[in-house]
């Protein structure tokens, strides 16, 4: 796991700093943010807004400073372009990492489900002030950078300014995908659809989750009534506007069953669907609350994984099986199976040492890990052919 939080001390750190880590001495500018690993690298800090350093310098020294200091935190983390926020309760907080392919902005505590699994509790807060976060954030992010997440909670409440969030990443960063998780209720209005749709972005992707083929069972996993009809109709809206859709599928024990029914209403209710994914467990906020009811291990439903699979794919739609390790699935499966799983939250477990499949497979979150509700896994021995290269 890499850590997305650190703690340090705080020496003239009134309120919290929003800016791009450099390392390296450069031009100047008021939004760049000092890093050295030691205090004797440090140099001219004339014209930046903080300076985080990995050792902790004498009082002296500190006292002499003029610019807020952020000093004894792990560092080992970070590194040139970063987006973080420093807090003056000494954390830094990274909001983007350059380096990473796995970059999300998270957009709001709130949401209008209140799934069982949601791994991602959401609360009944003001969060308005994240929507100039995000915007700060991206008039920071390398240019270059592949692929961008929007995530909460459900970003779509915040409603102008998900959307200017959007029309940013838009403009500022014309070679970046946006992938959006959202729960599509919203979008049961047609003018919010239309709005998004017609900003035109030039490669967004917005992931809906159903969890099922029934209003009842779905409203049910969602723990919101009405949330079935609100989400296919949001889906249909989104596609009628032109915005590509995802769906995703979070396999447990409340969906598992039926899920080649929800393969075949996917292809004969949302076939515009642009991706479709079945998606394994993680093991944080409600899914461990629930998990006496939710787990279930990954080889009990290899069955209905294989045929919903089969299914979409032999019809010619794009299905991937996300979170699932390649010894739990039939092998039948395997060029569905993506490394999926967000490099800082990724893990493997000791019996996936001398797999031979290891550097295809993706893994584990590792709450999963430290949960010990391990599938039960039986290492690859063979060389890796006709494995997943992605």
């Not at 308005?128 to 992010?141: F, G, K, N, P, S």
């Not at 997440?149 to 300014?161: D, Q, Y």
Request: charged content about 25%; aromatic content about 8%; glycine content about 6%.
């Amino acid at each position: 796991m890499i850590p997305l939080n650190a703690r340090g001390t705080a020496h003239l750190l009134d309120e919290q700093i929003l800016g791009k880590i450099v390392s390296e001495e450069e031009p100047h500018w008021r939004s760049r943010i000092r890093l050295v690993r030691r205090w004797n690298e440090l140099g001219d800090v004339s014209g930046y807004r903080a300076i985080v350093c990995g050792e902790s310098p004498g009082k002296a020294v500190l006292e002499a400073m003029a610019l807020p200091v952020l000093h004894g935190v792990p560092v080992d983390h970070l590194g040139d372009g970063d987006v973080v926020v420093l807090d003056p309760s000494g954390h830094v907080r990274t909001l983007y990492r350059r380096a990473s392919p796995h970059n999300s902005l998270f957009a709001t505590d709130r949401c209008n489900s209140l799934c069982l699994m949601c791994s991602q509790p959401p609360r009944k807060v003001n969060d308005d002030w994240r929507v100039q976060e995000m915007l700060d954030t991206i008039a920071l992010i390398d240019p270059s950078s592949r692929e961008l997440g929007l995530t909460g909670g459900e970003p779509t409440i915040l409603k102008a300014g998900f959307l200017s969030v959007v029309d940013a990443c838009k403009t500022q960063l014309p070679e970046t995908s946006l992938h959006v998780l959202s729960n599509g209720r919203l979008f049961r209005y047609d003018s919010f659809a239309r709005a998004l749709g017609d900003l035109h972005h030039h490669d967004l992707m917005i992931g809906v989750p159903v969890y099922a083929d029934t209003d009842d069972r779905h409203d049910h996993v969602v723990q919101a009534r009405g949330a079935f009809e609100d989400t296919i109709l949001g889906l249909h809206n989104l596609a009628r506007h032109q915005v590509p859709v995802e769906i995703r599928v979070v396999v447990h024990r409340h969906t598992y069953k039926r899920l080649p029914q929800l393969a075949d209403f996917i292809y004969r209710n949302l076939t515009f669907a642009s991706h479709v994914a079945l998606m394994g467990l993680e093991i944080m906020g409600f899914a461990r609350a629930n998990l006496e009811t939710l787990w279930m291990d990954p080889t009990e439903y290899r069955e209905q994984l294989e045929e919903a699979t089969l299914f979409l794919a032999t019809r010619g739609m794009n299905v991937s099986i996300y979170n699932h390790q390649l010894c739990t699935i039939p092998e039948t499966l395997w060029p569905y199976a993506r490394k999926s799983i967000s490099d800082w939250k990724n893990e493997y477990a000791d019996v996936c040492a001398d797999c031979a499949a290891r550097t295809a497979c993706g893994g584990f979150f590792a709450s999963v890990v430290q949960s010990k509700r391990m599938p039960r896994l039986a290492p690859i021995r063979f060389p890796d052919v006709g494995l997943p290269t992605a």
